[in-house]
């Protein structure tokens, strides 16, 4: 009789392998679908000269940027939930299919108001992109597993960031803004198609109906919160009757959302997931990461280009010391937590990183070398490193399934409204702090240049006299000083609640390998129904 265990140990290898690679294509389309939503801002914001150039409406530049913002905040819970109680993958599919409708509209655009109104409909479609990606891999990986995926989640961030700028100016030189647009469509498209063709996920159907007034109120509050963050100090005054309205709004709004949130029978954001301590304070971390992130990433390309001397056209480059140290650790937190299923010590230590970087950071001045800046940012990235992919770990895996998509929308909201607050408050202390050392170094020209924007551009720097660039220098090392040292004040309180995280084991952890032979136990039934799902 012939030997068939040669046989059958390569269709049980076939076997395992199958799904593994069915889980590393799904892997790679919702990393493509990551890297639209994070690309597009960045890739958008080099053509914005050109866009107003060829459609005008230079009075209504912001909007194109805050309507995109705004969409994208205020879905973000709501496709969370429809994920929740519809399924994951058809939620995930219309995201990707209307963000790709407002990419090509945008395209297409032929004035100003349409531009707005179609970059409001591709935000619609990113918010759920990113919620969709954080969602699906909570379905398909187990916690335990999932550290390994970290380090593509970080390379796809930091890529976003460095590529981003040089990406959107080379396409805006050769092919014309409105590729800045269609650019994500042939991507979209293969997100599309892969995750349509290989992700297999149970279909939902929930009986119960969206709610559309938890909804409403939590969409006022978000829209609200995020127009004064957005127009507070620059397009009014923190006092003005607007600023005052809308805080006046958002706070009622906000109110009434969390009152009728105990009522609803299908909540938007059931508050239950909150009574997770872990869950509450990784809320609190992911806003503040979000505080730190974007303030950085503001100012750090500000302080090297208007002191340092740095070209603006690689601005994407100049991060590269705190992105590089951010990827490495982040992947070294990943496999460390797959491996030991320990996990408590990186927001500690990721902590204590962000509060030295920023803090380090915050020393710089006029004379302060690029390798030392560089060391700084390093430090901070390490730190930011330790916090950003196990803040939505540890989120995910302190709730149930079922809540699986409200968690990743939580904590991905509280991260948007964290860099809302970040880039609002630090600008504000950043730019009162330049006007007031370029009224004490320039007198009244100081107060002149500066009276409609703290950030001068390298063109309208190199017409100042040199007495004025002086000064300059001195006031945007002196701005930096000041909003990095809130940063390192806020991200102490990031420590604090890590200190107070508690080590839950993480679901899917099993023996390793050689331990299963050793006491012949079966795949556990998460892994199979991981395999199932592919």
Sequence with gaps: MADNTGTDAVAETAAKEKPARSVRVVVLALMIAMLLAMLD??????AMPTIVGE??????????????TLATAASTP???KIGDMYGRKGAFLTSIVIFLLGSALSGMAQNMDELIGFRAIQGLGAGGLMVGVMAIIGDLIPPRERGKYQGMMAGVMALAMIAGP???????????WRWSFYINLPLGAVALAAVSAVLHLPKKRSQARIDYLGAGLLTVGITSIVLVTTWGGSEYAWGSAMIMELIGIGVAA???FLFWQTKAAEPVMPLHIFRSRNFSLMSVIGFITGFVMFGAVLFLPLYQQSVQGASATNSGLLLLPMLGAMLV???VAGRVTTNYGKYKIFPIVGGVLMSVGLFLLSEMDTDTTRLTSGLYMAVLGAGMGCLMQVTMLVAQNSV?????GVASSSTTLFRTLGSSF???IMGALFNNRVQDVMSERAGALGSKMTEKSAQLDAASMAKLPEAAQDAYKHAVSSGTHSAFLLGSVIALVALVASVFVKEVPLRGSAPKPAEDAAAGESPSKETEAVAGAV
């Design 422 to 424: 970040g880039v609002a």
């Design 41 to 46: 801002n960045m890739i958008v914001g080099t």
């Design 254 to 256: 906000l109110v009434g």
């Design 400 to 404: 149930e399934m079922k809540d699986m």
């Design 78 to 80: 709501l496709w969370g």
């Design 329 to 331: 650790t982040s992947m």
């Design 55 to 68: 459609l005008g409406g230079l009075e209504r530049l912001s909007w194109v940027v805050t309507a995109y």
């Design 166 to 176: 040089l990406v959107g100016g080379t396409i805006t030189d050769h092919l014309g």
